[in-house]
T-cell receptor, first 119, second 114 residues
Framework: DVKVTQSSRYLVKRTGEKVFLECVQDMDHENMFWYRQDPGLGLRLIYFSYDVKMKEKGDIPEGYSVSREKKERFSLILESASTNQTSMYLC??????????????????FGNGTRLTVT | DAKTTQPNSMESNEEEPVHLPCNHS???????IHWYRQLPSQGPEYVIHGLTSNVNNRMASLAIAEDRKSSTLILHRATLRDAAVYYCILRDGGYNSGNTPLVFGKGTRLSVIA
């Protein structure tokens, strides 16, 4: 089974701190994603990556950056944490599929999330 | 990706079948229909996906209308462990669509009563 591991289940940080959320997957997946989930707003995509050192902005990238130095690891960085970044953060990975034989439908595998509180 | 519409919530009795509807009237020819669910305190998990034909796997069945404007996720015997939020998502599977991420809506919250 694919395992996506997020480094912390719960995290409490102060406003202005630099915060690193780490995600590791063990299935050699090319694609990795960061979402945040808030009550009433559902899951929203922050950033994603198709390969090492590649990154693409999602729907809400402001205030975040990412790093993909190794294929198995995708880090989400809050340069200066703010209270409106208090949320559940979910990491996911999937196999790259971009051929006529295998269309873009590889399932996403999610971690169990990191609940970040910024005070 | 085209939009889907799901009821906000549904309720089912334990050990009875559950039919979770999803409307997607603007679906395009290359859109696949995906279902994910999210159990309490966990990340979403993949359930099933299909294009035109009905699909079955160990978790559920997916019934797709002939015109593809709606689909139904079927849980054959609901258990208490099936209580979750169920998301119906359309994903472009066309070769030139790019490896686009999933876009989640609000989903349907399923409650299962013992």
């Amino acid at each position: 089974d694919v395992k996506v591991t997020q480094s912390s289940r719960y995290l409490v940080k102060r406003t202005g701190e630099k915060v690193f959320l780490e995600c590791v997957q063990d299935m050699d997946h090319e694609n990795m994603f960061w979402y945040r989930q808030d009550p009433g707003l559902g899951l929203r995509l922050i950033y994603f990556s198709y390969d090492v050192k590649m990154k693409e902005k999602g729907d809400i990238p402001e205030g975040y950056s990412v790093s993909r130095e190794k294929k198995e690891r995708f880090s989400l960085i809050l340069e200066s944490a703010s209270t409106n970044q208090t949320s559940m953060y979910l990491c996911a990975s999937s196999l790259f599929s971009g051929t006529r034989i295998l269309p873009y439908n590889s399932p996403l595998h999610f971690g169990n999330g990191t609940r970040l509180t910024v005070t | 990706d085209a939009k889907t519409t799901q009821p906000n919530s549904m309720e089912s009795n334990e050990e009875e079948p559950v039919h979770l509807p999803c409307n997607h009237s603007t679906i395009s020819g290359t859109d696949y229909i995906h279902w994910y669910r999210q159990l309490p305190s966990q990340g979403p998990e993949y359930v099933i996906h299909g294009l035109t034909s009905n699909v079955n796997n160990r978790m559920a069945s997916l019934a797709i209308a002939e015109d593809r404007k709606s689909s139904t996720l079927i849980l054959h015997r609901a258990t208490l462990r099936d209580a979750a939020v169920y998301y119906c998502i359309l994903r472009d599977g066309g070769y030139n669509s790019g490896n686009t991420p999933l876009v989640f809506g609000k989903g349907t919250r399923l409650s299962v009563i013992a």
